[in-house]
């Protein structure tokens, strides 16, 4: 089993950032990759960025190229999501998400094995 806590959603500007966190506890020697997802309301869940935690290779979705950016620090068990030039549609709970089904990381939700309880992140235009 894999615990995944994560912190750091609040509200902001458009333009402004934000920088989410997700701490990681339990088996987490067992997971290949971990990812962020969003889901606004009314909206299907949306996967925005995955690293590989073997060889920190990253997968953003279009929405989110050049402005968010997903890292690991391996030693703290802790991923990031660093979330900047925010606009209104980016307003979604996020989720982080560990996966193991397959070698390397995915934005789809079904490779993913643990979730957790997510943080809103609300941009005001």
């Known amino acids: 089993q894999v615990q995944l806590v994560e912190s750091g959603g609040g509200s902001v500007q458009a333009g402004g950032s934000l920088r989410l966190s997700c701490a990681a506890s339990?088996?987490?020697?067992?997971?290949?990759?971990m990812g962020w997802f969003r889901q606004a309301p009314w909206k299907e869940r949306e996967g925005v960025a995955a690293?590989?935690?073997?060889?920190?290779?990253?997968y953003y979705a279009n929405s989110v190229k050049g402005r968010f950016t997903i890292d690991q620090d391996n030693a703290q068990n802790t991923f990031y999501l660093q979330m900047s030039s925010l606009k209104p549609e980016d307003t979604a709970m996020y989720y982080c998400a560990a996966g193991s089904k397959y070698w390397g990381a995915s934005l789809q939700a079904d490779a993913y094995n643990y979730w957790g309880q997510g943080t809103q992140v609300t941009v005001s235009s």
């Open positions: 339990g088996a987490t020697y067992s997971s290949n990759y």
């Open positions: 690293i590989t935690t073997s060889t920190s290779a990253t």
